[in-house]
């Protein structure tokens, strides 16, 4: 693909020996040696005059186009000068708005990802305080079911002794009354 340079120094140069061709078949009859003598500087000339002119306009989108791939590799930091108030100005400017636009958004996501960061950060705090709490509550509650189970095993304990002691009586009784009813 050919550079802007190039296609802008093909029609300069093409138009300039278009018109030397003309000059030459209108004076065709009439040319002697001396024309051919001013041909060939005129003709290298054309040629220089078309590349300097293409390099002139091309230079200035070369440097847009350099300045746009730093800004499309986040460089958003990049800004375009142009003096130019034509069409590269205008272009220059509109990049301007976009690296600033890329540098606004990418400085807003910081700031949102630190506050992210801080929220986490808090939040996984009082996760681990919470946790910290349901760890004491199970260990409190484990101890309490412990000392259920103890008060429950003397419980049944005591039940089996005041069974026991009723037995004793219900028989002391029985034998109370048998020796009453002896005597």
Request: aromatic content about 8%; cysteine-free.
């Amino acid at each position: 693909m050919p550079s802007v340079s190039l296609k802008i120094a093909y029609p300069i140069i093409i138009t300039g020996l278009f018109i030397i061709v003309v000059f030459i078949a209108a004076t065709y009859q009439i040319l002697d040696a001396n024309f051919y003598i001013v041909l060939i500087p005129l003709t290298a000339f054309l040629f220089l005059f078309g590349f300097a002119i293409g390099q002139k306009f091309a230079l200035p989108v070369k440097e847009l186009l350099k300045d746009a791939d730093y800004l499309s590799k986040g460089n958003h930091s990049i800004r375009f000068y142009s003096e130019d108030k034509d069409e590269l100005g205008q272009l220059a400017k509109t990049l301007n708005t976009i690296a600033e636009e890329f540098e606004d958004g990418k400085s807003k996501i910081e700031t949102l990802d630190t506050q992210v960061k801080l929220r986490t950060k808090t939040l996984e705090e009082i996760i681990s305080v919470l946790e910290q709490k349901i760890k004491n509550r199970a260990s409190e509650s484990q101890a309490t079911i412990k000392e259920l189970e103890a008060m429950q095993v003397q419980l049944t304990l005591k039940d089996a002794e005041i069974a026991d002691l009723k037995n004793q009586m219900t028989e002391l009784t029985t034998r109370g009354g048998k020796k009453k009813n002896k005597k």
